[in-house]
């Protein structure tokens, strides 16, 4: 089970804020916009309001360790609230701003939430519809978040802030983390302060050290363990400065305006950057500029300050294996390093990382020395380490389920090392299927090789019982602008350079080019944008089987 405990130096959430409140009062640590205007906390400013919710809260007279769920999209409130809880004695419960009502509802039933603080979500009344009789709403002060029970302002008011913090033990929960899960109800994800503290202590002396003016964005969803740990956690050990995304469709326009020094992706988003880039300049002419010495460095600041990335020191990428092309693109065209971590939120995403000028493409860096690294017989990779889960909430079979008789945490993702100690992740355990032929195939090398075009946004390989292996892709808004001959063209061209570095009961036999779109409101997409592979197969197993056995095409518009 998980190994031993942090070590009792290593600072808690909010002895951090409390620590920054004293040495920086009046640094600026939250700027959050909303319409024409912008709310900005100093650390002092943060610690006053922290401490008088967490007065609020204690004055509910819960039990001790209660849980308590923030929802909503990115804001200041998120972070406030969170501490708040931490501060009270409870546990916090992240949710995502768009899931299923039923999932909802399943995660508050499930942790016998007390109370949800409700901040600026789309699907308002489907959220309230899903929150369980009993539990108290709270209303974070923005005109998108629904109506509740209390609104924040009213409740922090009427306290005086704690002067006081009772530091936990380190076995204490501070946090469930929901899996968002492919297949399955969530699983609630335990994890300790002991386990975050040391987390966050061993990142922060691996990384980069931080300059006096760390600025971050906050906009991956705060109910997933990477921007809770890279955005949120690291403000608190950078004293970093954090802006908020106000809306989705305002990234492109906000993220230019706050310039952060440190950013973090999904490789949807570095995907969909670059396919932004090749929409306006061709490969071919960016290509041809980048071989003129002259020109290239003010052609790649003039991109990266348009993306809002030309003062990003470090670039991150998780969550989901980002396509080596990709990788390869960015530092060539803008000479920007894309480091790839790699974990999940059982282990706190703490087991290995590329860092500055130790990268490998295709590689997620060497694994920490202290992650307790291991692949077992079949491959797959293994770790211990203090930062490790307590457990999954009230699930004990499933909880052994995931730990090896000697105490390791299976993470389920096949891996392989290279001569040099780099870590290749080459696929899930569990999406490995079979062919018609007996033949076992790993979708994910497969895919990246695919993805490397611009014109994709989205896709999942299929071969179940085939006699060889389907992609099913969804394009890019620009790819769909394009003539189909032009499309296709490209995308047969790059089918054959990735068939022909295949064995042959790998190779694909057809490309199906899908009209649907993949999102998180239709379920497609987990909330952490991972493709939900049983849901592709089970939607297209009728179109796949038919299109499968007319070998007459190679690709088809669906």
Not at 243 to 266: G, N, S
Not at 416 to 442: E, M, N, P, Q, S
């Amino acid at each position: 089970m998980p190994a031993a405990n942090a070590r009792r130096a290593d600072k808690y959430p909010v002895q951090r804020l409390l620590e920054h409140a004293r040495k920086a009062p009046d640094k600026i640590w939250l700027v959050q916009p909303a319409g024409d205007s912008v709310r900005q906390w100093t650390w002092s400013q943060a610690a006053r309001e922290v401490g008088r919710m967490a007065a609020a809260l204690k004055a509910q007279n819960w039990p001790a360790g209660s849980a308590i769920a923030i929802s909503g999209r990115n804001t200041a409130h998120w972070f406030l609230a969170d501490l708040a809880i931490q501060w009270a004695g409870h546990v916090t419960v992240g949710l995502f701003p768009k899931q299923a009502p039923s999932a909802t509802q399943y995660i508050l039933q499930h942790c016998e939430a007390r109370a949800v603080f409700l901040g600026p979500m789309p699907d308002g009344a489907d959220f309230l519809a899903a929150i369980p009789e009993g539990v108290t709403t709270i209303r974070f002060p923005y005109v998108e978040a629904p109506h509740a029970d209390i609104d924040w302002d009213d409740m922090a008011q009427a306290q005086s802030p704690l002067s006081q913090y009772d530091r936990p033990e380190p076995d204490t929960l501070m946090t469930l983390i929901y899996t968002s899960g492919t297949t399955g109800h969530p699983k609630g994800v335990m994890i300790t302060y002991g386990a975050m503290a040391w987390t966050a202590q061993s990142f922060l002396s691996k990384l980069p050290p931080a300059s006096a003016h760390e600025r971050l964005f906050s906009y991956l969803p705060l109910a997933h363990v990477l921007e809770r740990a890279a955005v949120e956690t690291a403000s608190l050990l950078w004293q970093a400065e954090v802006h908020f995304l106000e809306a989705l469709d305002k990234l492109a326009q906000q993220l230019p305006q706050v310039a952060p020094t440190r950013f973090f992706a999904v490789p949807l988003v570095w995907g969909r950057f670059k396919a932004g880039i090749l929409g306006k300049l061709s490969e071919s002419k960016l290509d041809r500029l980048m071989a003129i010495p002259i020109l290239r460095d003010v052609v790649r600041f003039k991109l990266l300050k348009t993306l809002g990335l030309q003062n990003v020191r470090m670039a991150l990428s998780g969550a989901a294996p980002i396509p080596v092309s990709t990788l390869e693109w960015y530092k060539r065209v803008l000479g920007l390093e894309i480091l790839e971590g790699y974990g999940m939120t059982e282990n706190l995403a703490y087991v290995a990382a590329g860092l500055p000028g130790r990268t490998r493409p295709g590689s997620v860096g060497k694994p920490f020395p202290d992650s307790g690294f291991r692949l077992s017989d079949e491959g797959e990779v293994q770790v211990k380490h203090p930062g490790v889960m307590a457990g999954y909430l009230k699930e004990p079979d499933k909880t052994l389920e995931a730990f090896t008789a000697d105490g390791w945490l299976k993470t389920g993702d096949k891996g392989r090392l290279d001569h040099d100690g780099y870590l290749y992740i080459t696929g899930r355990v569990k999406d490995i299927f079979k062919t018609a032929k007996g033949k076992y195939v790993a979708p994910a090398p497969i895919e990246g090789a695919m993805a490397k075009s611009a014109l994709i946004d989205q896709l999942c390989l299929v071969g179940m019982n085939l006699t060889q292996p389907v992609m099913i892709m969804t394009l890019t808004a620009d790819a769909l602008d394009l003539p189909r001959q032009t499309v296709e063209r490209e995308l047969l061209v790059l089918l054959d350079t990735v068939n022909s570095a295949l064995e042959d009961h790998e190779k694909v036999a057809k490309l199906i080019i899908t009209s649907d779109s993949w999102t998180i409101d239709n379920g497609f997409l987990t909330p952490t944008l991972k493709v939900k592979r049983n849901l592709v197969e089970a939607n297209y197993a009728g179109l796949v089987e038919r299109e499968a056995a007319n070998r007459r095409t190679l690709l088809v518009w669906v």
